[in-house]
């Protein structure tokens, strides 16, 4: 290498895809701060902040939370590993594609997996799980509560106590819903719980934070075998985090900064706060679409707020529509994943990113690329149907 690179100097963008979504400006500043060692005391004193701010955006009182050092995936593999033993039965619930991935990692933990399914866009009911778990008695039964493919939202209510019936450990994704939708840890009753930061978090991807119930860490404490992954042991991992303090592996001591200064801008806001302005901003971006004649694919009563799949238009071509979004306004929204490719847009509305400058920009926008494909759409229908949204409910619409 003797040609000396530029500075790097990315184009502006507006993350409106379906992670990672913009950072807030003090989530970067923060990652400016110096060093500190990871057994330093000051540090200590940061981590155990963070734990706790992620116990209460868990809503959960359980001891064993903290960020895996690994984007939601090592969430995703954290949780499975240290439950599952080669041989356990384990049920996956897969209604997209990171039902899938959940499959894929179960079966190279050693599980003996039964995979349940449901058509994409759809939720699973109660019964149908209840059915399942009686035929099968699985040692633990994992689901995705956000399912980032779909948009679809995954009811919980009952999952808990189901589960305990029969005698099985509940392991939920929440990686796109945290902070973004309400996620009850100890009122689901669920036993192991994992997410990411770079979703409704709105910091940069690179941790997972996870919680374990009393219930998880007793059969994790009782393994005959050792955990099959050495870096994501959590027998190990929880004496670095808890009281010993032992070593194990180097914190990213900078995502850690970030976390903490994400979640202090959850804790400003207040939960609710922040839910209800996750559904205002999809209340005033569905209006948008529906005036261009757009359709969500996830079932109605089921859709996210914060994850809008929706069919292309007839006439859009979807990489030509994305590309010009992207070259034009700066805008990234994603495409379909898996069964969805080439039929879906996933246009997200997370953490920092769910504002109204945002909603209205990317409607004009799609507006204007729609036209240019000669896609026939009532033009400033949409930019209209949203603003009348945000009159009606009166809501400031400052950005914070
Ligand atoms: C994004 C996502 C993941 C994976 O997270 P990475 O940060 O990409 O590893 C897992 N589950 C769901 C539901 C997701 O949306």
């Known amino acids: 290498m003797s040609k000396l690179l530029a500075e790097l100097n990315p184009s502006p963008r507006i993350l409106m895809g379906p992670g990672p979504s913009d950072v807030h400006p003090r989530v970067l500043r923060a990652m400016a701060t110096p060093l500190l060692g990871h057994l330093d005391p000051e540090f200590l004193g940061i981590m155990n902040?963070?734990?706790?701010?992620?116990?209460?955006?868990?809503?959960?009182?359980?001891?064993?939370?903290?960020?895996?050092?690994?984007?939601?995936?090592?969430g995703m593999e954290t949780c499975v590993v240290n439950l599952i033993e080669p041989g356990d039965r384990m049920v996956v619930c897969v209604h997209g594609v990171f039902g899938q991935r959940m499959v894929d990692v179960a079966q190279r933990a050693g599980?003996?997996?039964?995979?349940?399914?449901?058509?994409?866009?759809?939720?699973?009911?109660l019964e149908m799980i209840r059915e399942t778990l009686r035929k099968v008695r699985p040692k633990v039964l994992g689901i995705v509560h956000a399912e980032t493919s779909t948009g679809a939202c995954q009811p919980m209510e009952g999952l808990g106590e189901l589960c305990h019936e029969y005698d099985t450990l509940l392991l939920v994704d929440t990686v796109t819903s945290l902070a973004g939708i309400p996620v009850e840890v100890d009122r689901w009753q669920a036993d192991a719980v994992y997410s990411g930061t770079q979703k409704c978090l709105s910091a940069p991807p690179g941790l997972a934070p996870v919680t374990f119930s009393p219930r998880a860490v007793e059969v994790i404490h009782h393994r005959k075998t050792k955990v099959q992954s050495w870096y994501l042991d959590v027998t190990m991992v929880?004496?670095?985090?808890?009281?010993?303090?032992?070593?194990?592996?180097?914190?990213?001591?900078?995502?850690?900064?970030?976390?903490?200064?994400?979640?202090?801008?959850?804790?400003?806001?207040?939960?609710?706060?922040?839910?209800?302005?996750?559904?205002?901003?999809?209340?005033?971006?569905?209006?948008?679409?529906?005036?261009?004649?757009?359709?969500?694919?996830?079932?109605e009563g089921h859709q996210l707020p914060q994850l809008n799949a929706v069919w292309i238009p007839p006439g859009a071509d979807d990489l030509a529509t994305r590309r010009m979004l992207l070259e034009r306004f700066g805008i990234e929204i994603g495409g379909g994943l898996g069964d969805f490719k080439g039929k879906v847009w996933r246009i997200g509305l997370m953490g920092y990113s769910c504002r109204a400058n945002n909603v209205l920009l990317f409607l004009a926008a799609l507006e204007q690329c729609l036209l240019a494909q000669g896609v026939r759409i009532p033009e400033g229908a949409a930019v209209a149907a949203a603003n009348q949204v945000y009159r009606e409910h009166g809501a400031s619409q400052a950005v914070r």
Request: proline residues 2%; glycine residues 6%.
């Open 238 to 299: 929880e004496r670095y985090w808890g009281q010993e303090r032992f070593y194990h592996h180097t914190a990213p001591i900078t995502m850690i900064y970030a976390l903490r200064e994400a979640l202090r801008l959850v804790q400003e806001e207040g939960l609710e706060a922040r839910f209800a302005r996750h559904r205002l901003h999809h209340s005033a971006l569905r209006a948008g679409l529906a005036a261009l004649g757009i359709r969500y694919a996830a079932v």
């Open 49 to 74: 902040e963070t734990q706790a701010l992620l116990r209460w955006v868990f809503q959960t009182q359980n001891t064993l939370t903290f960020a895996v050092s690994g984007t939601g995936s090592a």
């Open 111 to 125: 599980a003996e997996v039964t995979v349940l399914e449901r058509s994409w866009g759809d939720v699973f009911p």
